[in-house]
């Protein structure tokens, strides 16, 4: 059964880049059946989708993140990554890496147990 | 993009059934069928529950269904359990290639 496991760290400054990891057990991420994402949950608010990667190179934002986001799949390693740059308060979230079923489903299953990144300095 | 619209909480008691909408647009819920709702538990990891408006993943009990009516989409929860209590979330695709989340619904089991 395929697992994921979000890492990196839980404080990011203002203006820096917040940098995590999804390591995937169970499964490989170079299977072309799927992509990988992000999702994230501020304090109080609802979720909010971040991106969608490929292990081709396709790439799929949400618009209102897309000039901050980056996302790569290491193959070697059986993970996938999130970078955002240039963070505010308005970044501190909990971090959900997910398995998406390709484009004809749009759904995402399983999810990691989330990460929380607080960005303070 | 703007959120799907779902209301802040429903609640109903043991036994009874639930439904919560989520209300979209034309270019998201009302043309697409990747449509999918989302149980959060507290202190656990999201799981799907729906997915294209209607089908259950492996395990997740008949008792919770999916449908659509034009730019609505819905989940119904019947003979509810108070295990069914959590926050629930609808996700559509959209025409521009992305994805929204509603809102969420608190349901409470009274």
């Known amino acids: 059964q395929l697992q994921l496991q979000e890492s990196g760290p839980g404080l990011v400054k203002p203006s820096e880049t917040l940098s995590l990891s999804c390591t995937v057990s169970?499964?490989?991420?170079?299977?072309?059946?799927?992509?990988w994402g992000w999702i994230r949950q501020s304090p109080g608010k609802g979720l909010e989708w971040i991106g969608s990667?490929?292990?081709?190179?396709?790439?799929y934002y949400n618009p209102s993140l897309k000039s901050r986001v980056t996302t790569s799949v290491d193959t070697s390693n059986n993970e996938f990554s999130l970078k955002l740059s240039s963070v505010t308060a308005a970044d501190t979230a909990v971090y959900y890496c997910?398995?998406?079923?390709?484009?004809?489903?749009?759904?995402?299953?399983?999810w990691g147990q989330g990460t929380l990144v607080t960005v303070s300095s | 993009q703007s959120a799907l619209t779902q209301p802040p909480s429903v609640s109903g008691s043991p036994g009874q059934s639930v439904t919560i909408s989520c209300t979209g647009t034309s270019s998201d819920v009302g043309t697409y069928n990747r449509v999918s709702w989302y149980q959060l538990p507290p202190g656990t990891a999201p799981k799907l529950m729906i997915y294209e408006v209607s089908n259950r993943p492996s395990g997740v009990p008949d008792r919770f269904s999916g449908s659509k009516s034009g730019n609505t989409a819905s989940l119904t929860i019947s003979g509810l359990q108070a295990e069914d209590e959590a926050d629930y979330y609808c996700s559509s695709y959209t025409s521009s290639s992305t994805l929204v989340f509603g809102g969420g619904t608190k349901l409470t089991v009274l």
């Open positions: 997910v398995r998406q079923y390709g484009l004809g489903s749009w759904r995402f299953d399983p």
């Open positions: 169970g499964g490989s991420v170079s299977s072309s059946s799927f992509y």
């Open positions: 990667m490929h292990n081709s190179g396709k790439t």
